[in-house]
């Protein structure tokens, strides 16, 4: 692996220089220790050394194509395919990272939701206004994205496979469910070239020339706070719209909203709003949007709630059960986590998960809620399902933390798990 940490940091060093232009990355698909190095960090079935080289031989008379996505499960990718984009992110990540703005969050330089929060408590104290939107990431313009991968590549073999990909599908499978922000997620790769498309978007921003103009994106979601008066931000708002046409006409992207910070703005589903100082929060009716989700209640209609009996999951073992409804609880308020009003709010949740997860116990074991709690006590408060030699509890505690810069806080657990 030697010779192969050695050409990565040739890569990075000249991926400093931003004028830098790179011609020989196709050859790097060649490196046998490239396919050993990413197969450990990706989920799928191992290759063998001949599987490696056959893919490497196709990728030489430029025979290999991935297989077509957009028809089957997101999930169940070839892993050949898998493997290879993996090292066409690794590759672009280490190319694109050091000319991506640094109040741009996501995939390339491995940031997480949190981070892009923290960037706007700590830097927006002293905006009036707020104007936030989104891009419509479902239609972006290919040809716009290759251009921009052209500045910095000149390897027609390496942006031809991309483009195999591209034609495959990768570009145009998005899903907002799985994330807890509802930012849209695609494929690695992707969410990786969403980042290189929009880079344009980002500089045209910074390169503003208005007095302590804010700036913030994670993936498609962007927001920017403004010192000054309504005049300016609609000026402001005016010039965005000018660089959003310019980048891809016809982008049917979220419209421009210029929203006074005192009153509050939800981004990344928080709720963001000046008080003296940039403070988080979990919005209003955040709780009824995820009992109704989640299906927690008989009828999210009604004032008093009735938590109901999940009945599908009866048929997993008692402690399957409680690291289900655990690792949802937990989700969220990791998610929340930075939130000023996390605790009030987790509490009333944990009440709904908690009455849900005993019922289905009581459904299971036909005895009633109490009698199954009692029998499951563990200490004062607690109860819980033995396992082995320990006991795993119902989750309990919810104080607010510190950033996690992790992108994987923003997905929300896999219910096949």
């Known amino acids: 692996m030697k010779l192969l940490d050695k050409l990565l940091n040739d890569l990075s060093i000249h991926a400093q220089d931003k004028n830098f232009i790179f011609k020989r990355l196709y050859s790097l698909l060649y ?32 025979s290999f ?5 957009i028809k089957t499960n997101i999930n169940k990718q070839n892993p050949r395919d898998l493997i290879i984009e993996e090292i066409i992110c690794t590759i672009l990540k280490i190319i694109f990272k050091p000319i991506l703005s640094k109040h741009s969050y996501g995939f390339i330089n491995n940031t997480s939701c949190h981070s892009a929060l923290n960037d706007i408590k700590d830097n927006f104290n002293n905006s009036n206004w707020f104007i936030k939107s989104s891009w419509n990431i479902t239609n972006i313009n290919t040809n716009q994205l ?26 145009s499978i998005w899903n907002s469910n799985l994330t807890y922000s509802k930012t849209l997620i695609g494929t690695k790769l992707g969410n990786i070239l969403i980042d290189i498309y929009l880079i344009d978007f980002d500089n045209s921003i910074l390169s503003l020339n208005f007095d302590d103009l804010k700036f913030v994106r994670y993936q498609n979601q ?39 910070s005192e009153k509050g703005v939800e981004f990344l589903e928080y709720e963001i709003l000046l008080k003296n100082k940039i403070l988080l929060r979990i919005p209003r009716g955040k709780i009824k949007e995820i009992v109704f989700n989640e ?9 008093n709630w009735k938590p109901v009996s999940r009945s599908y999951l009866i048929g997993l073992s008692d402690l399957n059960i409680l690291q289900t409804y655990n690792k949802e609880l937990y989700g969220y308020y990791n998610y929340y986590s930075l939130a000023q009003n996390v605790g009030t ?73």
Request: hydrophobic share 35%; charged share 30%; with cysteine.
């Open 146 to 171: 290759i251009e921009v991968l052209k500045r910095r590549i000149k390897d027609d073999r390496f942006i031809n496979l991309i483009r195999k990909f591209i034609n495959a599908g990768y570009l």
């Open 295 to 303: 299906k927690l209640v008989k009828n999210v209609a009604e004032k």
């Open 65 to 69: 194509h991935p297989k077509s996505i």
């Open 345 to 417: 709010i987790m509490n009333q949740l944990k009440y709904l998960y908690e009455s849900s997860c005993l019922k289905t116990f009581a459904h299971k074991h036909k005895i009633s809620m109490s009698k199954f709690r009692k029998s499951h006590s563990t200490r004062k408060g607690r109860w819980g399902i033995k396992t082995n030699n320990q006991i795993i509890e119902f989750y309990k505690g919810f104080k607010k933390k510190k950033v996690n810069n992790d992108p994987i806080i923003d997905l929300k657990p896999n219910r096949n798990d």
């Open 31 to 62: 490196k046998k220790e490239f396919y050993l190095s990413v197969q450990e960090r990706v989920n799928t079935t191992k290759l063998t050394e001949n599987e490696i080289n056959i893919i490497i031989n196709s990728l030489k008379d430029q």
């Open 222 to 260: 962007w927001i920017i706070g403004i010192k000054g008066n309504y005049k300016k931000s609609k000026e402001i708002s005016k010039i965005l719209n000018n660089s959003i046409s310019l980048i891809q006409p016809n982008n049917d992207a979220e419209t421009l909203k210029i929203l006074k």
